[in-house]
């Protein structure tokens, strides 16, 4: 395609509003011809319309995205977010949305690349920072998951979830010491979680500190007697200890309020044939 081929595509993306196309069109052309003063000066323009796009036009198009991704109709908000981020290429939500929508739909490595466009507009992004970080784990990528979710504490400030998070991706890499700090430290933001003392029973489970971690599953239980998390966790963790009576009671209390758990099942079936033999 010829320079002028190309400038006068570029010249017809514009006026339908895809100015991202329009500018990648101006930038190849650059790329062969550095001294090309039409496509440097509609480059120009383009980047400049970019970081200052009508302000009534953008508030109207955003809303209108978000309506539709509120509604649930992921079509027509991947169709609008598509849209948005060619006529808005200096917005993040856009990329955002598209990854959130992406990795809905099971193409985690686009949802990736879409998280990724967000933050080299914004890298401080929060919603795509935590996004990219569950992205990450979903793939098994959880020490860059890690990395990611701790970009995303700095962007967004510390809270129980955002730091238990971060816990239960080290516990993931069996990073137990620096998961049990984390889930500590989450604690300190939530004293009365219950989530934070079954994760560091599970983690000092995992770290075969038993006798440590039934402590915790029975403080999560003071808070929710009916926690099956922390019932499950305790019951284990009783029965791998050799107190069988105890694990028995324990998972007894679990299937009364949940009959049909196989977990739960089969570890009291195996702490019944360990109390018999």
Known sequence: ?????????????????????????????????????????????????????????????????????????????????RQAGQRYPGQPLPYNIIGVIMG??????AALAAFARALRIEPRYPDALNNMADTLDRLGRQEEAAAIQRKYLEAAGETETGVRKLGRLLGKLRQHGAALECYRRA??????????????????????????????????????????????????????????????????????LDANNPEAQELLQEARNSAAG
């Open 187 to 256: 604690l300190s933001l939530n004293p009365g979680s219950v989530e934070c003392r079954i994760a560091i029973g599970e983690t000092l489970t995992s770290a075969q500190r038993h006798e440590e971690a039934q402590n915790w599953y029975r403080e999560a239980l003071e808070l929710d007697s009916n926690s099956l998390l922390a019932l499950r966790g305790l019951g284990r963790n009783l029965l791998t200890l050799g107190k069988h009576a105890q694990a028995i009671e324990v998972l007894e209390r679990s299937l009364a």
């Open 104 to 109: 809905d739909r099971g193409d985690h490595e």
């Open 1 to 81: 395609m010829s320079f002028e081929d190309s400038l006068a595509e570029a010249r017809r993306l514009q006026k339908k509003g895809n100015y991202l196309a329009a500018m990648q069109i101006y930038e190849q052309v650059l790329q062969r011809d550095p001294h090309n003063r039409k496509a440097r000066k509609a480059l120009k323009a383009l980047q400049e319309a970019a970081a200052k796009p009508d302000p009534e036009r953008l508030e109207r198009d955003i809303r209108a995205l978000l309506a539709a991704y509120s509604s649930g109709d992921a079509d027509a908000a991947l169709t609008r977010a």
